[in-house]
């Protein structure tokens, strides 16, 4: 089955709005084994929609169109579909009923209205997100799948009811997992897995995201089981070869996995953070139950800061200067005995653009980590812009406590 | 003018990047006056890149192609266009030239060639930020546009080469500024200036942002002048409403104007943070040279640590808890105490999704701000996702802050 995703909006003609349903629709299709074509965007305009959604019909077997289902006059999608088709539209009394029971009192509009008409033979797509329901006609051995256009409502209601609708109608089960690596390059990872690479069930496809690697295993097969076996056996392949740089899988990432190991050790952790300032703990912080633990942690900016809250002393200040791994351990074991926490994490370093030197230039980071008794420390050169080189510093900074926290299971 | 964009790379039809190229264009162009009909991706296919790229040759007066430039078979938007015009292509040796400069010594492949085949006629955008040129073609009273698609590449080149070419197409000048609000919704904001935003020129065009608002005033006219003038006139009409809620203009964001009212005034701030967990800090040193401002801070998540870092007094946690004014402004007035900092801000509150009750539910923040024996406390009920009222929070803390900054111009 090939298939062809369609933005109606003129606000994304604009570039007001990514188009982001585009990257989440093909994504979704791929996971099912069917393979996006095109992807277009047009306007609110009655002669173009109906140019651009008649030519995707015509060449597409499955076309799934996002926005233009709202109560507006612009709101012209389900119109120009249901033309191109000849299907008459009925009024849905349940529809409307659902549309009244999700605005819970807040007054219908006569607009609205209009929301509830559906074409004959359609199938509805409830939405419990917003008053637009989504509607599947199935004609002609065509299948064309209309989505209300904000991420919030396109998103679960194609999980919980297009995706569903779509497997059933293959005869084979896509199953992927993704597995998440930190400290490896893309060019490297696809050295090291070039020829599971070749494989062609199940695939294995690398992506490279901010500080961060992912592989995919896509498995094609009759049962569930079997997707299951294939993914397990190519996993455990990968594993074999760069399991050190793998720290998670699907969805969790790199601080909800440290945060998640933390929990289940009982242990709790502290930053002291200089070029960081503060987001390595709030990084922390971004997991619910993270009172748990993290209960605090000191931003050192200045050396007079590092001095006062930590104890770092003046003399290593002086002689090795604030980024050196001499201050790091000195961050990493004063913020640990500060605090109490089992966990000790100094961080300081160059994050730019400014304050380089030839000995010390911007990206040079230091992370201490201090846990019972013993401190390690990392140096780091890193790339990018301020901000890129303060995010890559918590991350590095996470994966290093990571690998104590699972020495300690 | 109207405009067509094409995206051409099958990793976009996977879903395995973002088509951000679609956005920076569709707004470029909106900014220059040149409508955007349609988007489109198609992958490295030759028969149906054939086909998209004829059809929005023949439809739209501009194209502009992203993607496939580079030096692989797979790489066809040239060859594609060249086909369509029934162009030659010759070989530049300036071109190549400029590859080889770019690489510094790193060796060209011998593909790396198969780039420097120019099609006759066309305009070469030279590329400084990687090996493919982009190319301009006039022909048939049609223009197409070819850049190269990382936008590392694309978006420097765009700004430097195709808009002063595009610009110099047009009899009239479209100038814009965007003016950025923060504590009002785009709703109110709507009303507020629902008349002026009937205005045909200069437009009035809002667009809600994360936590803030923006309102972009678009002019057209014979003269960077006349420009100006009409564009001026506008914000003044704005400025009377809506005043007290404009914070900046264009790219500044909130933090880096905070940041550089504190250093015209030669002050320093510190943050004591709870929920948000030293992103109030992180955020401020995301300012390059934020060293001048900023000197250390704390987080204090939980108690112990308000009482020990801070001096919040038990007795204040206990009768009227941590997410309370009372706390919050004690934060605040402990943190200016213990750094010596001009400006001491304490932020306390639910971020959620746990914790919430009855009378303090989720969402609830408290914000402190003390300066020169004063402290200012708010209260704020923030909506949305834990790491969504985080950011409200630090949003709302630094609003405050500049506030207070600006009676001290």
Redesign the interface.
């Known amino acids: 089955m090939n298939a062809e995703i369609i933005a109606v909006g003129t606000e994304?003609?604009?570039?007001?709005?990514?188009?982001?349903n585009?990257?989440?629709?093909?994504?979704?299709?791929?996971g099912l084994g069917i393979?996006?074509?095109?992807?277009?965007?047009?306007?609110d305009?009655p002669a173009?929609m109906k140019q651009?959604i008649g030519e995707a019909i015509s060449r597409s077997d499955l076309v799934i169109l996002s926005g233009g289902l709202g109560p507006t006059d612009d709101d012209l999608t389900k119109e120009t579909v249901t033309d191109y088709f000849g299907l008459p539209l009925y009024f849905d009394e349940s529809v409307m009923e659902e549309m009244t029971a999700y605005l819970k009192g807040r007054k219908l509009s006569v607009s609205n209205r209009k929301q509830a008409y559906i074409p004959e033979g359609a199938i509805v797509i409830h939405n419990n997100y917003g008053t637009a329901p989504g509607i599947i006609i199935e004609k002609d051995e065509k299948i064309v799948v209309m989505l209300p256009g904000p991420p919030r409502e396109l998103e679960p209601l194609f999980c919980e009811q297009v995706r569903p609708y779509l497997r059933a109608k293959s005869d084979f089960v896509m199953k992927s997992k993704v597995l998440r690596l930190f400290g490896i390059g893309e060019s490297t990872l696809g050295e090291e897995v070039r020829d599971l690479m070749e494989s062609a069930n199940p695939t294995l496809?690398p992506?490279a995201k901010d500080n961060e690697v992912t592989l995919r295993i896509t498995a094609k097969a009759e049962s569930e089981e079997e997707a299951d076996h294939l993914i397990c056996d190519m996993k455990e392949k990968v594993t074999a070869r760069v399991g050190a740089h793998i720290y998670g899988e699907d969805e969790e990432e790199l601080y909800a996995v440290v945060c998640r190991m933390l929990k289940e050790r009982g242990m709790t952790i502290a930053?002291a953070?200089s070029?960081?300032?503060?987001?390595?703990?709030?990084t922390?912080?971004?997991w619910?139950?993270?009172?748990e633990i993290?209960?605090?942690?000191?931003?050192?900016?200045?050396n007079?800061?590092k001095e006062?809250?930590l104890g770092v002393s003046s003399q290593t200040l002086q002689s090795v200067g604030a980024v050196s791994p001499e201050t790091a351990q000195e961050m990493a074991e004063g913020i640990r005995k500060a605090?109490g926490a089992d966990i000790g994490v100094g961080i300081t370093g160059i994050?730019?653009?400014?304050g380089g030197t030839p000995e010390k230039p911007v990206g040079l980071v230091y992370i201490g980590v201090a846990h019972e008794g013993r401190t390690e420390v990392l140096e780091r050169n890193l790339h990018g812009t301020?901000?890129k080189v303060?995010e890559a510093s918590v991350m590095n900074a996470l994966f290093a406590v990571r690998k104590i926290l699972e020495k300690r299971s």
Not at 12 to 19: A, M
Not at 294 to 302: D, I, P
Request: charged share 15%; hydrophobic share 40%.
């Open positions: 994304l003609l604009l570039g007001d709005i990514l188009n982001t585009a990257q989440f629709l093909s994504r979704e299709l791929s393979d996006v074509y095109y992807q277009q965007v047009v306007g305009n173009r651009v496809a992506y930053a953070e070029c960081t300032a503060g987001l390595f703990s709030a922390i912080a971004n619910p139950g993270a009172s993290l209960h605090e942690g000191v931003v050192t900016y200045a007079r800061a006062k809250y605090s994050a730019g653009p400014g301020r901000k303060r």
